[in-house]
């Protein structure tokens, strides 16, 4: 069935400091993708998305990039900021995103920047 | 934007109770709402899909007799986790959509002793 891996954490970086983390997935068809947010103590908030290859999503100066050849979706941003620390999920939606669509996430990546 | 809240957030119980956790959406109606589970550093699982007026859509491995959805609303989903043991100790997470963004809830913690 379909899946959602990305990297483990916890990854701690340094205030300025450039981020990537991986995401790779496996699906039938043409998935939509999306970065979810956990900041702490609140509930997942959508980050940005991708509904086709080559798009790319971006958001709050984190970027990702649908890449169909690779089944990749990492996430980056150039300069990291103490309020970026949070829980970052990958996920993906099989087929096109509806309503009721199924959403299908990674296992979250924990990321703590340090001043 | 479009707020999900959740009752209620920490739930400890004994073993053999039945708990009733629920989600609403506070500014939108939303026919379908999805249930998560979450374990520790590890993924969201959808546990099933809550359909407004009708009977909700289960996860391949989800005891629907344990775990009880009613949808009663357009506003209004609920779980209830029958005779609790404490491995159904975890995060639970709900979920709606509209306009097809998905909006989620605070979570419940439910700690089953």
């Known amino acids: 069935g379909d899946s959602v891996t990305q990297m483990e954490g916890p990854v701690t970086l340094s205030e300025e400091a450039f981020l990537t983390i991986n995401c790779t997935y496996t699906?039938?068809?043409?998935?939509?993708l999306f970065w979810y947010v956990q900041y702490p103590g609140e509930g997942l908030q959508l980050l940005l998305k991708?509904?086709?290859?080559?798009d790319k999503g971006s958001n709050k100066g984190f970027e990702a990039t649908y890449r169909k050849e690779t089944t990749s979706f990492h996430l980056e941003k150039g300069s990291v900021q103490v309020s970026d620390s949070a829980v970052y999920f990958c996920?993906?939606?099989?087929?096109?995103?509806?309503?009721?669509?199924?959403?299908?996430f990674g296992s979250g990546t924990r990321l703590s920047i340090r001043p | 934007g479009a707020v999900v809240s959740q009752h209620p957030s920490r739930v400890i119980c004994k073993s053999g109770t039945s708990v009733k956790i629920e989600c609403r959406s506070l500014?939108?109606?939303?026919?379908?709402m999805f249930w998560y589970r979450q374990f520790p550093k590890k993924s969201l699982m959808l546990m099933a899909t809550?359909?407004?007026?009708?009977?909700?859509?289960?996860e391949q491995g989800v005891e629907k007799d344990k775990f009880l959805i009613n949808h009663a609303s357009l506003t209004l989903s609920t779980l209830t986790v029958t005779s609790a043991h404490p491995e159904d100790s975890s995060f639970y997470i709900c979920?709606?959509?509209?306009?097809?963004?998905?909006?989620f809830g605070p979570g419940t913690r439910l700690t089953v002793l």
């Open positions: 979920s709606a959509r509209e306009n097809y963004k998905e909006f």
């Open positions: 699906a039938t068809g043409y998935p939509s």
């Open positions: 991708a509904t086709k290859a080559d």
């Open positions: 996920a993906l939606s099989s087929g096109e995103y509806s309503s009721a669509s199924k959403i299908i």
């Open positions: 500014d939108f109606q939303a026919t379908t």
């Open positions: 809550s359909n407004e007026g009708s009977k909700a859509t289960y």
